[in-house]
């Protein structure tokens, strides 16, 4: 049996701790024979446990305490601690674990609530597990999802070579905002989303591109996030913005400009990877041999 979850790509500008959408890189979990302990093979960072302590079985273990070990294999092209959900697919990955091997027959809406209680917000686990563009949130340990087909669109990722802790990129958070503050940012997200929803990316990008949340703060942790942009706006880019908590830098732009923004991104000779990315329509899903 495989457990393929997508990696995410979340906030999407002004849509903070709220908006995220699946894309194509991806975690898989191979479940091999039963053992005595859980063993995890990876080649992933030696950080990771390859034991009980790994994140996967610790998920697995909270939603199913008597599961049967298992011999595992994790491999996984979504870059650790860069803003691409790498987290939140481990988390999604041990609930499904729990879930196929204890028989629990889960909705996605009841892995939703596990997966957003353990991570604290909905709005990379949400799309892991439904794929496509979702809407989120988590009030009052209340999660509710509204899941949308994303506006044709091409995502060009730039990856550095660096982390940015997600810790460190809610430490240059303002704490408050005054209500005219929030009035306003809450009117851009709402733009944002209702182009979205309408498929019109020429206003969404703009609105994605006026976010009053988050990303004038942390903007200046990512060095190369201006001169991105501005290879992308002179490529007629609908928007660029922080993925997540970065340092990931998102640029969303049609199918036909995908190519020449990720081969100017290379041109800079920047510190670190490129790649054109798709949306993922499934979400979390079990292959079985």
């Not at 005595?36 to 390859?50: M, S, T, V």
């Not at 691409?84 to 892995?111: F, H």
């Not at 240059?172 to 306003?184: G, H, I």
Request: glycine share 6%.
């Amino acid at each position: 049996m495989k457990i393929i979850v997508p990696a995410t790509s979340a906030n999407i500008g002004p849509g903070f701790d709220s908006v995220g959408v699946a894309v194509s890189k991806y975690l898989t979990i191979e479940v091999l024979e039963e053992r005595d302990a859980w063993f995890i093979e990876h080649d992933l960072n030696p950080r990771i446990p390859k034991d009980k302590r790994n994140l996967l079985i610790k998920i697995a273990l909270q939603v199913a305490p008597d599961l049967q070990p298992h011999r595992l294999k994790m491999t996984s092209d979504i870059p650790l601690a860069r803003g691409l959900g790498s987290s939140s697919s481990v988390i999604v990955a041990g609930i499904e674990l729990a879930n196929q091997l204890a028989n629990l027959n889960l909705t996605d809406e009841e892995k939703l609530r596990i997966a957003t209680k353990s991570e604290g917000h909905p709005d990379n686990v949400a799309p892991a597990i439904f794929g496509n563009l979702v809407i989120s949130s988590y009030v009052d340990e209340q999660v509710a999802a509204i899941v949308a087909p994303m506006p044709e669109t091409s995502f060009i990722a730039y990856v550095p070579t660096y982390e940015l802790r997600t810790t460190d990129s809610r430490d240059v958070l303002p704490t408050k905002l005054s209500y005219k503050e929030a009035v306003a940012a809450s009117s851009v997200a709402n733009v944002a989303i209702a182009a979205l929803l309408k498929g019109d990316m020429l206003a969404a990008g703009r609105a994605i591109e006026s976010d009053l949340f988050h990303e004038r703060y942390r903007q200046s942790l990512v060095k190369e996030f201006a001169p991105v942009k501005e290879i992308a706006t002179k490529h007629a880019a609908y928007a660029t913005y922080l993925s997540g908590a970065g340092p990931t830098i998102m640029t969303l732009a049609a199918s036909d400009k995908a190519v020449p923004i990720k081969t100017a991104i290379e041109a800079a000779n920047f510190d670190g990877e490129t790649f054109i990315l798709e949306v993922d329509t499934q979400g979390v899903r079990v292959e079985k041999g």
